[in-house]
């Protein structure tokens, strides 16, 4: 949370921080919600984030941390 994402925003809205305005996930100033939430589910199965679904607010994810 502390390095580029925005708690309020959900899981695939984070991952496209640097790419909302890029294609295949806008077209004329509109977001292509099919193509954000192919995208989105990709890099959640290929990086195994445990979240409910990518609609859910980062902010809402549980913390895994370890002291060492």
């Known amino acids: 949370m502390r390095d580029g ?5 959900s ?27 192919s995208h989105s589910k990709q890099l959640v199965d290929r990086f195994v984030v445990k979240t409910p679904t990518t609609d859910t607010p980062i902010g809402q994810l549980s913390e895994a941390t370890s002291r060492r």
């Not at 899981?11 to 939430?37: K, T, Y």
Request: net charge neutral; aromatic share 6%.
């Open 5 to 9: 994402a925005i708690g309020s925003f």
């Open 11 to 37: 899981v695939a809205e984070n991952l496209l921080l640097i790419d909302h305005g890029s294609e295949p996930f806008a077209r004329r100033g509109l977001l292509q919600r099919a193509a954000i939430a």
